[in-house]
Protein backbone atom coordinates (compact mmCIF):
# COMPACT_ATOMS: atom_id res chain seq x y z
CA UNK A 1 0.00 0.00 0.00
CA UNK A 2 1.30 2.76 -0.93
CA UNK A 3 1.28 6.90 0.55
CA UNK A 4 -1.34 7.40 -2.22
CA UNK A 5 -3.18 4.55 -0.88
CA UNK A 6 -3.56 5.66 2.37
CA UNK A 7 -4.24 9.14 2.03
CA UNK A 8 -6.85 8.05 0.32
CA UNK A 9 -8.39 5.66 3.32
CA UNK A 10 -7.54 8.23 5.71
CA UNK A 11 -9.84 10.99 3.81
CA UNK A 12 -12.40 8.66 3.21
CA UNK A 13 -12.47 8.07 6.70
CA UNK A 14 -12.39 11.71 7.63
CA UNK A 15 -15.03 12.75 5.35
CA UNK A 16 -17.65 10.41 6.59
CA UNK A 17 -17.12 10.98 10.23
CA UNK A 18 -19.61 13.50 12.01
CA UNK A 19 -16.63 15.39 13.89
CA UNK A 20 -15.15 16.75 10.92
CA UNK A 21 -18.55 17.88 9.04
CA UNK A 22 -19.93 18.98 12.32
CA UNK A 23 -16.00 21.31 12.80
CA UNK A 24 -16.54 22.42 9.49
CA UNK A 25 -19.73 23.36 9.37
CA UNK A 26 -19.36 25.40 12.62
CA UNK A 27 -16.61 27.00 12.22
CA UNK A 28 -17.70 27.86 8.46
CA UNK A 29 -20.56 29.13 10.15
CA UNK A 30 -19.53 31.48 13.02
CA UNK A 31 -16.85 32.97 10.34
CA UNK A 32 -19.21 33.81 7.92
CA UNK A 33 -20.70 35.65 10.79
CA UNK A 34 -17.77 37.72 11.86
CA UNK A 35 -16.86 38.20 8.08
CA UNK A 36 -20.68 40.06 7.95
CA UNK A 37 -20.29 41.69 11.28
CA UNK A 38 -16.45 43.30 9.73
CA UNK A 39 -17.79 43.83 6.73
CA UNK A 40 -20.84 45.93 8.42
CA UNK A 41 -18.16 47.96 9.90
CA UNK A 42 -16.01 48.56 7.18
CA UNK A 43 -18.87 50.17 4.90
CA UNK A 44 -19.74 51.88 8.00
CA UNK A 45 -16.58 53.69 8.15
CA UNK A 46 -15.59 53.73 4.68
CA UNK A 47 -16.02 57.37 3.90
CA UNK A 48 -13.97 58.11 6.88
CA UNK A 49 -11.40 56.26 6.18
CA UNK A 50 -11.27 57.27 2.27
CA UNK A 51 -10.54 60.78 3.83
CA UNK A 52 -6.86 59.46 4.83
CA UNK A 53 -4.03 59.16 2.46
CA UNK A 54 -2.57 55.99 3.58
CA UNK A 55 -5.81 54.40 5.51
CA UNK A 56 -6.21 50.68 5.56
CA UNK A 57 -8.75 49.49 3.16
CA UNK A 58 -10.73 46.43 2.59
CA UNK A 59 -7.78 43.62 3.02
CA UNK A 60 -6.56 45.39 5.70
CA UNK A 61 -9.97 44.90 7.97
CA UNK A 62 -12.26 42.29 6.59
CA UNK A 63 -9.66 39.85 4.86
CA UNK A 64 -6.16 39.84 6.72
CA UNK A 65 -8.67 39.81 10.02
CA UNK A 66 -10.83 36.90 8.71
CA UNK A 67 -7.81 34.55 8.17
CA UNK A 68 -6.58 35.66 12.19
CA UNK A 69 -9.56 34.76 13.30
CA UNK A 70 -9.18 31.54 11.64
CA UNK A 71 -5.60 30.86 13.01
CA UNK A 72 -7.44 31.14 16.38
CA UNK A 73 -10.17 28.51 15.40
CA UNK A 74 -7.38 25.86 13.67
CA UNK A 75 -5.61 25.71 17.68
CA UNK A 76 -8.75 23.54 18.52
CA UNK A 77 -9.42 22.37 15.30
CA UNK A 78 -6.51 20.69 14.35
CA UNK A 79 -5.87 18.96 17.25
CA UNK A 80 -9.36 17.56 17.21
CA UNK A 81 -9.01 16.27 13.43
CA UNK A 82 -6.01 14.51 13.73
CA UNK A 83 -6.21 13.36 17.73
CA UNK A 84 -7.45 9.68 16.59
CA UNK A 85 -5.60 9.76 13.57
CA UNK A 86 -2.58 7.52 15.24
CA UNK A 87 -3.51 6.65 18.40
CA UNK A 88 -7.29 6.01 17.27
CA UNK A 89 -5.76 3.47 15.09
CA UNK A 90 -3.42 2.39 17.81
CA UNK A 91 -6.80 1.49 20.32
CA UNK A 92 -8.77 -0.10 17.67
CA UNK A 93 -5.71 -2.59 16.72
CA UNK A 94 -5.42 -0.98 12.85
CA UNK A 95 -2.16 0.22 13.76
CA UNK A 96 -0.83 -2.70 14.61
CA UNK A 97 -2.73 -4.61 11.10
CA UNK A 98 -1.35 -2.10 9.07
CA UNK A 99 2.27 -2.91 10.02
CA UNK A 100 1.55 -6.58 9.87
CA UNK A 101 0.85 -5.92 6.32
CA UNK A 102 3.98 -4.80 6.21
CA UNK A 103 3.17 -0.87 5.11
CA UNK A 104 6.05 1.48 5.93
CA UNK A 105 6.07 3.75 9.18
CA UNK A 106 6.45 6.94 7.09
CA UNK A 107 3.93 5.86 4.09
CA UNK A 108 1.47 5.52 7.23
CA UNK A 109 2.39 9.02 8.64
CA UNK A 110 2.75 10.93 5.43
CA UNK A 111 -0.28 9.64 4.07
CA UNK A 112 -2.09 10.54 7.13
CA UNK A 113 -0.69 13.56 6.77
CA UNK A 114 -1.08 14.21 3.49
CA UNK A 115 -5.29 13.77 4.19
CA UNK A 116 -5.51 15.97 7.23
CA UNK A 117 -3.64 18.89 4.65
CA UNK A 118 -6.18 18.25 2.22
CA UNK A 119 -8.88 18.75 4.51
CA UNK A 120 -7.51 21.91 6.25
CA UNK A 121 -6.33 23.67 2.73
CA UNK A 122 -10.02 23.06 1.60
CA UNK A 123 -11.19 24.38 5.13
CA UNK A 124 -8.85 27.72 4.21
CA UNK A 125 -10.02 27.63 0.57
CA UNK A 126 -13.74 28.03 1.71
CA UNK A 127 -12.72 30.83 4.12
CA UNK A 128 -10.84 32.94 1.29
CA UNK A 129 -14.10 32.65 -1.14
CA UNK A 130 -15.72 35.07 1.57
CA UNK A 131 -13.69 38.09 1.13
CA UNK A 132 -13.08 37.30 -2.57
CA UNK A 133 -16.35 36.92 -3.27
CA UNK A 134 -16.29 40.84 -2.88
CA UNK A 135 -13.45 41.41 -5.31
CA UNK A 136 -15.64 42.74 -8.28
CA UNK A 137 -16.58 45.66 -6.05
CA UNK A 138 -13.67 46.45 -3.87
CA UNK A 139 -10.03 46.84 -4.15
CA UNK A 140 -8.10 43.81 -3.04
CA UNK A 141 -4.53 43.88 -2.17
CA UNK A 142 -3.41 40.47 -3.72
CA UNK A 143 0.16 40.58 -2.40
CA UNK A 144 -1.13 41.34 1.35
CA UNK A 145 -3.90 38.66 0.82
CA UNK A 146 -1.61 36.09 -1.05
CA UNK A 147 0.77 36.67 1.78
CA UNK A 148 -1.57 36.00 4.49
CA UNK A 149 -3.21 32.57 2.68
CA UNK A 150 0.23 31.49 2.75
CA UNK A 151 0.71 32.13 6.29
CA UNK A 152 -2.27 30.58 7.14
CA UNK A 153 -1.32 27.31 5.14
CA UNK A 154 1.79 27.07 6.64
CA UNK A 155 0.18 27.24 10.14
CA UNK A 156 -2.00 24.66 9.17
CA UNK A 157 0.38 22.06 7.72
CA UNK A 158 2.36 22.89 10.71
CA UNK A 159 -0.04 22.35 13.34
CA UNK A 160 -0.99 19.01 11.20
CA UNK A 161 2.16 17.65 11.71
CA UNK A 162 2.23 18.51 15.39
CA UNK A 163 -1.03 17.10 15.83
CA UNK A 164 0.54 13.81 14.24
CA UNK A 165 3.51 13.74 16.34
CA UNK A 166 1.10 13.80 19.55
CA UNK A 167 -1.22 11.27 18.67
CA UNK A 168 1.99 9.16 17.46
CA UNK A 169 2.73 9.19 21.11
CA UNK A 170 -0.36 9.38 23.11
CA UNK A 171 -2.07 6.39 24.13
CA UNK A 172 -5.53 7.80 23.87
CA UNK A 173 -6.85 10.71 21.45
CA UNK A 174 -8.15 12.56 24.09
CA UNK A 175 -4.46 12.95 25.87
CA UNK A 176 -2.91 13.17 21.86
CA UNK A 177 -5.43 16.44 21.17
CA UNK A 178 -5.16 18.08 25.05
CA UNK A 179 -1.00 17.98 23.98
CA UNK A 180 -1.36 19.18 20.88
CA UNK A 181 -3.45 21.99 22.10
CA UNK A 182 -1.13 22.82 24.94
CA UNK A 183 1.74 22.82 22.38
CA UNK A 184 0.04 24.91 20.37
CA UNK A 185 -0.95 27.46 23.05
CA UNK A 186 2.75 27.21 24.16
CA UNK A 187 4.29 27.93 20.62
CA UNK A 188 2.07 30.81 20.48
CA UNK A 189 2.67 32.76 23.31
CA UNK A 190 6.08 31.67 23.79
CA UNK A 191 7.35 35.19 22.75
CA UNK A 192 4.67 37.35 24.58
CA UNK A 193 5.95 35.77 27.50
CA UNK A 194 9.71 36.71 26.26
CA UNK A 195 8.58 40.12 26.06
CA UNK A 196 7.12 40.25 29.39
CA UNK A 197 10.36 39.06 30.75
CA UNK A 198 12.32 42.05 28.86
CA UNK A 199 13.68 39.77 26.24
CA UNK A 200 12.82 41.07 22.17
CA UNK A 201 15.17 39.51 20.07
CA UNK A 202 16.93 36.10 21.90
CA UNK A 203 16.72 32.89 20.84
CA UNK A 204 13.01 32.36 22.69
CA UNK A 205 11.60 34.74 20.44
CA UNK A 206 12.44 32.99 17.28
CA UNK A 207 10.88 30.06 18.84
CA UNK A 208 7.54 31.47 19.10
CA UNK A 209 5.32 30.65 16.31
CA UNK A 210 3.62 34.26 16.59
CA UNK A 211 6.66 35.98 15.73
CA UNK A 212 6.61 34.45 12.47
CA UNK A 213 3.06 34.30 11.64
CA UNK A 214 2.31 37.97 12.11
CA UNK A 215 4.51 39.33 9.61
CA UNK A 216 2.94 36.91 6.93
CA UNK A 217 -0.55 38.38 7.96
CA UNK A 218 0.73 41.69 7.32
CA UNK A 219 1.88 41.24 4.03
CA UNK A 220 6.21 40.57 5.00
CA UNK A 221 7.07 37.28 3.20
CA UNK A 222 10.31 36.71 4.37
CA UNK A 223 12.59 32.98 4.51
CA UNK A 224 13.06 32.49 7.97
CA UNK A 225 9.63 32.90 8.54
CA UNK A 226 9.11 30.15 5.81
CA UNK A 227 11.43 28.17 6.96
CA UNK A 228 10.64 28.25 10.79
CA UNK A 229 7.40 26.78 9.38
CA UNK A 230 8.71 23.89 6.96
CA UNK A 231 11.37 22.81 10.24
CA UNK A 232 8.69 22.46 12.82
CA UNK A 233 6.25 20.17 10.52
CA UNK A 234 9.35 18.17 8.98
CA UNK A 235 10.93 17.64 13.05
CA UNK A 236 7.30 16.77 14.20
CA UNK A 237 6.54 14.53 11.16
CA UNK A 238 10.25 12.90 11.46
CA UNK A 239 9.28 12.00 15.25
CA UNK A 240 5.79 10.36 14.28
CA UNK A 241 7.65 8.19 12.30
CA UNK A 242 10.14 7.32 14.01
CA UNK A 243 7.30 6.80 17.20
CA UNK A 244 5.22 4.23 14.30
CA UNK A 245 8.52 2.48 13.26
CA UNK A 246 9.72 1.95 17.13
CA UNK A 247 6.48 0.31 17.18
CA UNK A 248 6.67 -2.07 14.59
CA UNK A 249 10.23 -3.18 16.00
CA UNK A 250 8.42 -3.78 19.27
CA UNK A 251 6.28 -5.99 17.54
Known sequence: MSVLAVT???LRRLFVRPLAWVLGASTLAWLAWNFTLMLGSFLAAQIRLAALPDGPGYTDLVA?????KLAELAFLVVPLLSMSALAG?????????????????????LGKYAALLV?????LALVLAMPLALAHATAIDWGKLAAAALG????L??????????????SHPAIAAAVALVLTLALMWLNLGAQMAGVDDGAINWLAMSSHLQPLLRGLVASPDVVWFVLLATVCLALAIRRVAAERERG
Open 64 to 68: VPLLA
Open 89 to 109: ERREGRLALLLGMGLKPSHIV
Open 8 to 10: RLE
Open 157 to 170: ASLAALGLACSAVA
Open 119 to 123: WLLAW
Open 152 to 155: MALL
